[in-house]
């Protein structure tokens, strides 16, 4: 049962926009949902819609939606497919998606990667610089809380001498004494913020460090920061309190810079909301992000005011020169290779010098790959050329590729094809000539075999041949041998084929001619042997069995020469399995010295009685030696076993039932050999001794 391998459909060719657009359901849904819109537009120009409306409104929507995507994806497959017929553009493709495309991310991953490490240097440069200016604030205030709890007398000189020695660092530093008393003494500017005239409620430490935040006039969000340090005088601050403010003015956040590398540029306070995203515009201006500019910190400010003394989390805006910032962290690095170039700078030189190799590679690469893919693509279009040109029938056209590589021998090989194909066209036309013979011979032989169903009263019979090539060796027959007399016969002709088939047209004359002078199954076939012998040559043989079935009698009498066993059901058997019938006999045609004389000697007549119920089955070996593909024969124990179990059914259903379970068990393996098979089953026979009785 060999399956022939279904031919793949051709292409559909891609349709136009047009015919996506007005000849698809998407097409068409898109235009219907646009409508809808477009109506549903007017009607709300001219009063509110109806939730009904809405609801509609709403479908057209989603339905618009679903249009447009189906239709993009449509689109692109079509585009995509007429951009990348040409090999040339799938090659320079490929080459950018495995080349180019991996390149450009690794360089954007270690941009990226470097701007975060440098944010976040950055970020912790500037939080150490601030750091600094907190500590040396707390650290004003503490020296001049400890001198005043010495000597209280002398606040003023104190307060002033600690403004006068911080004054050089932090020009606008202002320092306040609050007295147990209530009076205050003031040294400095007091810029930002007003000399505060008391300690908050909220404040319970003996020291406290923190920033304030000051809004600016315009009222965007800005802040001016402001680094406050409180040191209480004395025993839980019964000697009052010192107070030191250093405001972030220019000149602070200069030598910040100057420290750090990084610059200050904004503060925006955290409370309000809908500020422009602080790293991407400067004060005054609309400007994108900048890569290796600026960074982000949070600052905790504390709300002096408030009765809490709530802290809330600041954003600061920092900015920073990738050469400057490098400049500063590599300043540690002292270790010099060579006068004046420190170890850092070397291995930057390094660095340097393999990215720029890396860009010199990755350029090399795309012209190389750029002009392999031409080269390989001229070729390809060369033998498209050519395989157009035979196509259309020109055999004589040849392709001139002078590459002395696989293409060039993909060449002379398409060269060498064409020089030949004539002789491959006569070849085919030879073998359909021989195919429509065989399929002729085919009909003649199937025409050979009984045709329609058998109408023999008190019988139920069918049949099957299924041939492995075009035209077989195996043979069914069924002849009227007198009132109520059927003769049956199975035959299988060694080999397969044409020979195999006359061979069969042959033995089918014989069977006509002498089943209506011989009358015993035995005698019919030492007949036919001694007649066939002499026309077959000394290669072939023919395996039969013949039986000759009596209704009237209610019996079975048959002859087995060479042939597969006959198996047969009684009716009402119980458990028992079906009965394997193999009455002694030679093959047909044997042209050996004393074959003929053997053959009688072997040949056997077996006879049977028959009653309602019984069935009965002939086959050839094609039934009981089909393969599956690990070589395992179907074998007669399994079409005993079928016969033994489904032998209730109808001869019809029984056949279809043994087939399903051959077909099943070969699975995809190929039919190597005829199968036929003849099954009767007894409907109304009766011996005549059962006769008698009644």
Not at 16 to 27: A, D, K, N, V, Y
Not at 105 to 126: E, K
Not at 178 to 189: F, S
Not at 516 to 539: F, K, M
């Amino acid at each position: 049962m060999a399956r022939r391998p279904t031919p793949r459909p051709a292409a559909a060719p891609p349709r136009s926009p047009r015919e996506l657009l007005f000849g698809t359901w998407f097409g068409r849904l898109f235009i219907v949902a646009v409508a809808l819109k477009f109506l549903f537009a007017i009607w709300r120009l001219a009063g509110e819609l109806p939730a009904a409306a809405r609801v509609v409104s709403g479908a057209a929507t989603l339905a618009l939606a679903v249009a447009v995507a189906v239709f993009a994806w449509r689109l692109f497959v079509q585009i995509k497919r007429r951009l990348l017929w040409r090999v040339r553009r799938k090659l320079i493709l490929s080459y950018i998606f495995i080349g180019v495309i991996p390149s450009l991310l690794i360089v954007v991953f270690f941009l990226f990667a470097g701007s975060l490490v440098f944010m976040n240097v950055s970020a912790y440069l500037f939080k150490d610089g601030y750091d600094a200016i907190v500590e040396n604030a707390r650290l004003s205030a503490q020296a001049a809380a400890t001198e005043i709890a010495r000597n209280p007398a002398a606040a003023v000189e104190t307060i002033e001498r600690v403004h006068r020695i911080r004054v050089s660092t932090y020009p606008s530093i202002s320092v306040a004494y609050l007295a147990p008393d209530g009076t205050r003494q003031t040294a400095g500017p007091w810029l930002r913020l007003p000399a505060p005239d008391r300690i908050p409620a909220w404040l319970r430490e003996d020291v406290f460090t923190g920033s304030l935040g000051v809004p600016l006039k315009d009222g965007n969000g800005e802040e001016d920061l402001v680094v406050r340090a409180v040191v209480k005088v004395g025993a839980a601050g019964g000697g009052g309190a010192v107070i030191v403010d250093v405001p972030l003015d220019e000149q602070v956040m200069h030598r910040l810079h100057e420290n750090t590398g990084v610059r200050l540029e904004n503060v925006y306070d955290g409370r309000v909301s809908g500020n422009a995203t602080p790293v991407n515009r400067r004060p005054g201006e609309g400007g994108g992000a900048v890569l290796f500019e600026r960074s982000l910190a949070q600052l905790d400010i504390r709300d002096w005011d408030s009765p809490t003394g709530t802290i809330r989390r600041d954003t600061a805006v920092l900015t920073y020169r990738l050469r400057e910032l490098y400049n500063h962290l590599s300043s540690a690095q002292s270790l010099r290779v060579s006068g004046d170039m420190r170890l850092s700078d070397a291995l930057l030189l390094v660095l340097l010098l393999i990215g720029v190799m890396f860009l010199i590679i990755e350029a090399v690469a795309l012209v190389m790959g750029l002009a392999l893919a031409r080269s390989i693509t001229s070729s390809v279009h060369e033998l498209f050329m050519g395989t157009e040109r035979v196509r259309q029938g020109d055999f004589t056209h040849r392709i001139n590729i002078d590459s002395r590589d696989q293409l060039g021998e993909l060449a002379v090989s398409f060269n060498q094809m064409t020089g030949s194909i004539e002789n491959l066209l006569q070849t085919a036309a030879e073998k359909k000539r021989l195919e429509e013979e065989l399929r002729i011979a085919r009909q003649i032989q199937m025409s050979l075999l009984p045709r329609g169903p058998l109408d023999v009263p008190g019988l139920t019979v069918t049949a099957l041949c299924v041939p492995a090539r075009e035209v077989g060796g195996d043979y069914y027959d069924f002849f009227s041998v007198g009132e109520r007399r059927l003769g049956v016969l199975i035959a299988d002709v060694s080999g397969k084929g044409t020979s195999a088939a006359l061979y069969m047209a042959e033995l089918k004359g014989l069977m006509l001619s002498l089943s209506q002078i011989y009358h015993s199954p035995r005698e019919l076939l030492i007949e036919v042997n001694r007649i066939i012998s002499e026309n077959l040559d000394t290669r072939s043989f023919i395996t039969m069995t013949y039986a000759v079935i009596d209704l009237d009698a209610g019996v079975m009498t048959f002859a087995r020469a060479g042939h597969t066993p006959l198996m047969y059901m009684p009716a009402g058997s119980g458990d028992e399995a079906a009965q394997v019938l193999t009455p002694n006999g030679l093959v047909v045609g044997l042209r050996i010295p004393g074959a003929h004389e053997k053959f009688v000697a072997l040949l056997e007549e077996d006879r049977i009685e028959l009653h309602k119920g019984d069935v009965l089955v002939f086959y050839t070996d094609g039934i009981t030696e089909a393969m599956n593909q690990d070589s395992d024969l179907f074998g007669d124990a399994r079409l005993r076993a079928l016969l033994t179990e489904h032998g209730h059914l109808d001869a019809a259903d029984l056949r279809e039932r043994i087939l399903r379970e051959i077909e099943a068990f070969v699975g995809v393996a190929d039919q190597h050999d005829d199968m036929t098979m003849v099954l009767i089953k007894i409907e109304d026979a009766f011996a005549a001794a059962e006769r008698l009785a009644v």
